[in-house]
């Protein structure tokens, strides 16, 4: 069993991404943390919790960041994901809290408690990420792995999807994502490059919707307005699965062609929140921001077709 924190902000697609993690049998998630993104971290946990509820989870939740490293609100992507962060159905209830430790603290505690066993799996912003690296900065040597959903690196076009260089979790804290690149830990992004592949066309919405099974009806209900906004946007074939696809990664990574080399982020400027892999490490730059930078993988080649049935054959059962 593959020991995996999920940190995320649910979010349509973080919902889809939480099922198959607790449906796959060879990953056992020890907690969720939450942060802003989607909706604000009010939203995000309550999100959450309602998740663990639907989808009948047995691990802690425990609240996060509610304001990216610099402490500016952005605004909240309600015309994607509702104004409730989970397309606006009214299902999302909960009475339950979220346990006393702080994000941070959590992930701090449990990589400590499991050295070179655990990986994180990242589905938001990195701010809590920064956060525990400050607390502990042995993290990135005590982490079996860091899988980030996040960045765009211009492979098959993709290039952004808030700006027309910068992907929406590294955007919204540009900051804590060159601090999570900076750190020595094994660590794989999974970027709009691949995710735009992965779409999940009508069909297998559909399967969602008339399942017998709750948790993949309400997966069904809340991506009809996931799938209307990508529809708006002139995405006729469906919806691109971002989160599922870093989880799909971790379960199984043979599916992906990845490229190695430093990467770091653009934190301020017209490129803010940009994700930049030096392709040519050994090459002398006149300006170089990327030498004795940790190495990371990136995700530049997805078999799209393979990740989907992974994502239907574990959250309906073969
Ligand atoms: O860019 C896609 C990412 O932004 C996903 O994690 C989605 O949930 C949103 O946060
Ligand atoms: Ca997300």
Redesign the pocket.
């Given at each position: 069993m593959k020991k995996v924190i999920i940190d995320c902000?649910?979010?349509?697609?973080?919902a889809m991404a939480i099922l198959l993690a607790h449906r796959c049998k060879d990953l056992e998630i020890l907690g969720i943390t939450t942060v802003h993104?989607?909706a604000d971290i009010e939203n995000t946990t309550a999100n959450t919790l309602h998740l663990r509820n639907v989808f009948n989870i047995d691990a802690p939740v425990h609240q996060g960041a509610g304001l990216p490293l610099n402490g500016v609100e952005l605004a909240y992507?309600t015309f994607?994901?509702g104004d409730d962060g989970m397309g606006d159905t009214g299902d999302v209830q909960s009475d339950a809290s979220a346990d006393s430790t702080e994000a941070e603290q959590f992930i701090v505690d449990t990589i400590r408690a499991n050295p070179h066993e655990v990986t994180i799996i990242t589905?938001?912003?990195l701010t809590n990420l920064a956060r525990a690296l400050t607390i502990a900065p042995e993290l990135a040597t005590l982490t079996k792995e860091v899988v980030i959903?996040?960045g765009a690196f211009g492979e098959n076009q993709f290039r952004g999807?808030?700006s027309p260089c910068a992907?929406?979790?590294i955007y919204?804290d540009p900051d804590a994502a060159d601090a999570v690149c900076l750190a020595g830990w094994q660590k794989t992004f999974v970027g709009?490059d691949v995710?735009m592949l992965v779409v999940v066309d009508p069909q297998r919405q559909a399967k969602f919707r008339q399942s017998d099974d709750t948790a993949c009806q309400f997966i069904g209900r809340i991506s009809e307005f996931y799938n209307n906004f990508y529809t708006s946007i002139g995405y006729t074939e469906g919806f691109p699965m971002?989160?599922a696809s870093a989880v799909a990664y971790v379960i199984a990574p043979e599916l992906f062609r990845v490229q190695t080399g430093p990467v770091r982020v653009a934190t301020n400027g017209i490129a803010k929140g940009e994700t930049i892999l030096n392709r040519e490490p050994a090459r002398e730059y006149v300006e170089d921001h990327w030498a004795d930078i940790p190495a990371a993988n990136v995700c530049i080649g997805v078999e799209a077709a393979g990740v989907l049935d992974v994502y239907e054959h574990t959250i309906l059962g073969p």
């Amino acid at each position: 069993m593959k020991k995996v924190i999920i940190d995320c902000d649910p979010g349509i697609d973080d919902a889809m991404a939480i099922l198959l993690a607790h449906r796959c049998k060879d990953l056992e998630i020890l907690g969720i943390t939450t942060v802003h993104g989607n909706a604000d971290i009010e939203n995000t946990t309550a999100n959450t919790l309602h998740l663990r509820n639907v989808f009948n989870i047995d691990a802690p939740v425990h609240q996060g960041a509610g304001l990216p490293l610099n402490g500016v609100e952005l605004a909240y992507p309600t015309f994607v994901h509702g104004d409730d962060g989970m397309g606006d159905t009214g299902d999302v209830q909960s009475d339950a809290s979220a346990d006393s430790t702080e994000a941070e603290q959590f992930i701090v505690d449990t990589i400590r408690a499991n050295p070179h066993e655990v990986t994180i799996i990242t589905l938001g912003r990195l701010t809590n990420l920064a956060r525990a690296l400050t607390i502990a900065p042995e993290l990135a040597t005590l982490t079996k792995e860091v899988v980030i959903m996040g960045g765009a690196f211009g492979e098959n076009q993709f290039r952004g999807n808030v700006s027309p260089c910068a992907e929406a979790n590294i955007y919204g804290d540009p900051d804590a994502a060159d601090a999570v690149c900076l750190a020595g830990w094994q660590k794989t992004f999974v970027g709009l490059d691949v995710t735009m592949l992965v779409v999940v066309d009508p069909q297998r919405q559909a399967k969602f919707r008339q399942s017998d099974d709750t948790a993949c009806q309400f997966i069904g209900r809340i991506s009809e307005f996931y799938n209307n906004f990508y529809t708006s946007i002139g995405y006729t074939e469906g919806f691109p699965m971002h989160d599922a696809s870093a989880v799909a990664y971790v379960i199984a990574p043979e599916l992906f062609r990845v490229q190695t080399g430093p990467v770091r982020v653009a934190t301020n400027g017209i490129a803010k929140g940009e994700t930049i892999l030096n392709r040519e490490p050994a090459r002398e730059y006149v300006e170089d921001h990327w030498a004795d930078i940790p190495a990371a993988n990136v995700c530049i080649g997805v078999e799209a077709a393979g990740v989907l049935d992974v994502y239907e054959h574990t959250i309906l059962g073969p």
